[in-house]
């Protein structure tokens, strides 16, 4: 708001009250990391980002948390905007949060920091085959998860469901939900006469991310 003196009045100035340091909008530093982090080799380089003052010059770090492990690591910035996250298999599986560690411009003026959160587990695979014989539709699925001990994937029991989609169609529908056997199969069959898309899809579990197979037209 403008304020008025007697001179400035008789000059026709209007003089601008500078608003308090505690007014003025406080400077940022964001990271940006991935959240659904997927364990299915064994290593995989991400990418994390800074952004705001601190992208340009400064300091910034972030340490990544779990919430019964503790530290796992974190991000560290100096003066730029990218740095890269190693992610071995031996990872520790669950959601971490970047927590802020502190940051700085190049005056030493601290900066205000955001959390984010990185979601990490296994990668999962979905198989099926399918076959007709006059109109009723045999259906197989079958379940795996990536193994950290051999560095490959093994059929193991899941939870999933069998979907369709009408031909011409975008949208998937459930058709029935299975549990596969230790062996990592379940198998479906039904009566139906047209053409349909179908797909074996696993759900998302405490250690591992949930997938969709292909698909298959029967």
Not at 52 to 59: E, K, Y
Not at 164 to 171: I, K, L, S
Request: with cysteine.
């Amino acid at each position: 708001m403008g304020i008025r003196t007697t001179a400035a009045l008789a000059a026709g100035v209007v003089l601008i009250a500078a608003a308090p340091a505690s007014a003025q909008a406080t400077a940022v530093c964001n990271l940006t990391a991935p959240y659904r982090v997927v364990i299915g080799q064994p290593y995989k380089e991400f990418t994390v980002y800074a952004s705001g003052v601190c992208s340009v010059t400064g300091t910034s770090g972030w340490d990544l948390i779990h919430p019964s492990q503790g530290s796992q690591g974190g991000a560290y910035f100096s003066g730029g905007n990218r740095q890269s996250w190693d992610v071995y298999d031996f990872h520790t599986i669950g959601l971490h949060t970047w927590r802020p560690s502190g940051a700085f411009d190049n005056n030493s003026n601290p900066l205000t920091q955001n959390t984010v959160q990185s979601d990490i587990r296994l990668a999962t695979a979905a198989w099926i085959s399918s076959k007709r014989t006059a109109d009723v539709v045999t259906l197989t699925g079958t379940s795996l998860v990536y193994s950290t001990d051999y560095d490959k994937y093994y059929k193991r029991s899941a939870k999933g469901a069998f979907q369709f989609r009408e031909r011409g169609t975008t949208t998937w529908k459930g058709l029935k939900g299975v549990t596969t056997s230790s062996a990592g199969v379940a198998t479906m069959a039904y009566r139906y006469s047209k053409t349909r898309d179908y797909r074996f899809v696993l759900y998302t579990t405490p250690v591992s991310w949930d997938q969709a197979s292909a698909t298959t037209t029967r």
